[in-house]
């Protein structure tokens, strides 16, 4: 689980669950254990009920259950510093909604600039991605590289659309930018990533 927290929320809240890893149970406040449930619903349902979009809906809805548990792990914490440490985070700092912003964004590169980020979150251009690091343990850049390139991933396996489609989508400049930066963290190519994990599909 904490490789998943790592790849797709950041490298904050995979700190967060290996702090706790001692803690016999984690409880939650009525309200959040309510959503929790509901959110858990909503991936039942959408499974029974497999359309377009159906990964990308569950993976945030299971996103946004691994924030509200590492929520109330730093709200229940008994380790006084664990509390300290992470409570710097709050409800009204810009970094609780950065990664939301970036992850409802991924696909649209001018978006996440230093420039459009800083109007957003009211930070200056030069300041941002330093802010974001003292958070997040990673740069701004590595953040929404790995992402998009989860993104990739999960269109590869999961729909027919072809790479050049795929960049088009994820807001890559063309497709042989797309096919290098897979490439260069996958060791292997796109188009035979798919191949390798359609045929070990088959084989279940």
Partial sequence: MLHYVEDYIGKY?????RDSSRQAEISLNKSD???????????????????????????????????????????EAKDECLSVKYLTINETNPAVYMLQYIQQHIHQPELLRAESLSKIFHLSPDYIGIYFKRYYQETLQQYIGRNRLKMVENLLLNSSMTVKEIAYKMGYTDSCYLV?????????????YRQEHSQSNNLK
Wanted: net charge positive; proline share 0%; hydrophobic share 45%.
């Fill in 33 to 75: 254990e309510n959503m929790v449930f509901q959110l858990f619903d909503f991936i039942r349902k959408e499974e029974d009920n497999r359309q377009m979009g159906t990964n990308y809906l569950q993976q945030q809805w299971l996103n946004s259950i691994l924030v509200l548990v590492a929520r109330n792990i730093v709200h």
């Fill in 13 to 17: 809240l995979a700190e967060i669950f």
């Fill in 180 to 192: 290098k930066s897979f490439q260069k963290v996958y060791g292997i190519s796109s188009l035979k």
